[in-house]
């Protein structure tokens, strides 16, 4: 028997790091997984090794295929219990300098993406008077760092909305929760686009033990598997030995 035997999961941004290993940990306590992503041929990988589960090429900036999403979710898997909104970009640098395309692309991505994915996925977990959706935020999202402008206000927009919402639906059953990761090792820093940002962020992180995504996976079938009336509100983890 499974932790998440009979439930259903979508899980965004699931095509590397965090989100894939959250789909195999849901996947092993029998979860059906909806995985989505942009980068369907790493989607397809993912799938082999999962056993109930569809694929769905996913754009979180757009709001059509969001809803879309969600209804194939719905649709070809009976239902949706838990949706984990984890798709986001991470492009740290300096905001006199930045290139204002990357700001676009944060909140879009981190903030739009999720707003649209739970606004999609909401009306069926009210009436169903249970649900779990977990936003993946970021120590970045308690702390501000300089540097890291653009990438804070789109998770400190998140933790915002999500505490917005705990309080709009929590008592109709359906829980809101938040998990905090400081650094993990996945390819999120390969995307940053100010040079001399990426080089610093990679030495940095080299220097200490990140956490593996798997780790952030446990902690959300920890979070998704307790007993109906217990809500994880908020999960803050980082590597022993991040200071800050
Ligand atoms: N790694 C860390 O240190 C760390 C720390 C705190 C928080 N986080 C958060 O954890 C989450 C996952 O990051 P990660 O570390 O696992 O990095 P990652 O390996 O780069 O994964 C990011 C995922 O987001 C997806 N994605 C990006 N833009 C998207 C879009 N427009 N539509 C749909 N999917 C999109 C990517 O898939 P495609 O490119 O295939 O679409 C990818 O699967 C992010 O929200 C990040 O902010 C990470």
Known sequence: MGLLDGRT???????????????LALAAEGAAVAIAARRTDRLD???????????????VTDEAACRNAVARTQGELGGLDILVNNAGVMLLGPILDADTEDWRRMLNTNVLGLMYMTHA?????????RGDIV????????????????YNASKWAVNAFSE????????????????????VATELTDHITHEGT?????????QTTPLQAEDIA??????????????????????TDQER
């Open 9 to 23: 999961a979508l899980v965004t941004g699931a095509s590397s790091g965090i989100g894939a290993a959250t789909a």
């Open 45 to 59: 990988v993912l799938q082999g090794r999962l056993d109930k589960s569809i694929a769905i090429e996913l754009d």
């Open 121 to 129: 996925a909401l009306p069926r977990m009210l009436d169903e008077g």
């Open 135 to 150: 936003n993946v935020s970021s120590v970045a999202g308690r702390i501000a760092r300089l540097g890291s402008g653009g």
């Open 164 to 183: 917005s919402l705990r309080q709009e639906v929590t008592a109709r059953g359906v829980r809101i929760s938040l998990v905090e990761p400081g650094a």
């Open 198 to 206: 990426r080089s610093l962020v990679k030495s940095t992180i080299a």
């Open 218 to 239: 446990r902690a959300i079938v920890y979070v998704v598997s307790q007993p109906p009336y217990v809500a994880i509100n908020e999960v803050l983890i980082r590597p």
